[in-house]
């Protein structure tokens, strides 16, 4: 019961921080697009979304616990371990690429010097991320069907 828990919470938090990543993603032609003035207005919408880092740090420890739980599983454990890999790597993206630029701009209230530099270095930082939070779902999910199914860890025999 335990493991289906941290499965359930794994995946479930996940998918909440891809609805951030993936937002960002699929805005992100449109967004390139707009003309400085109206990008610095449409970056107002993200106020409060920092929220979205309690979905990461709970994505981030139930795959962390999960994979420790399942080591035994040798399938389940690669692939939940690379869909930790793939959630830690989001954070790498994040604090080394999307944070300086919100520092520089004062999360969006003041103008970048330059501009179109720091908007591509936060567009493309979130769609990298967005693309590892995906990749980090479709394996934590695999690793609980995984998991599941060969009954590995529990009283169940083998499929």
């Not at 990461?56 to 795959?63: D, F, N, P, Q, R």
């Not at 959630?87 to 179109?116: D, K, R, S």
């Amino acid at each position: 019961m335990k493991t289906k828990l941290l499965q359930l919470a794994a995946v479930v938090s996940t998918a909440l921080y891809l609805v951030a990543t993936g937002a960002h993603l699929f805005e992100l032609p449109r967004k390139m697009a707009l003309s400085p003035a109206d990008y610095m207005m449409m970056q107002q919408i993200y106020t409060g979304w920092q929220w979205f880092g309690v979905a990461i740090g709970i994505a981030l420890l139930s795959t962390a616990a999960h994979t420790l739980l399942v080591r035994a599983d040798r399938q389940a454990c690669a692939l939940s371990l690379a869909a930790l890999i793939g959630l830690a790597a989001t954070q790498a993206v994040f604090w080394a690429f999307t944070y300086p630029v919100n520092i520089a701009t004062h999360f969006w209230t003041a103008f970048p010097e330059p501009f179109e530099t720091a908007r591509q270095q936060w567009e493309y930082s979130h769609a990298a991320s967005a693309l590892l939070t995906l990749a980090a779902l479709i394996a934590m999910t695999m690793s609980a069907l995984v998991h599941n199914q060969t009954g590995k860890g529990s009283s169940a025999s083998p499929a």
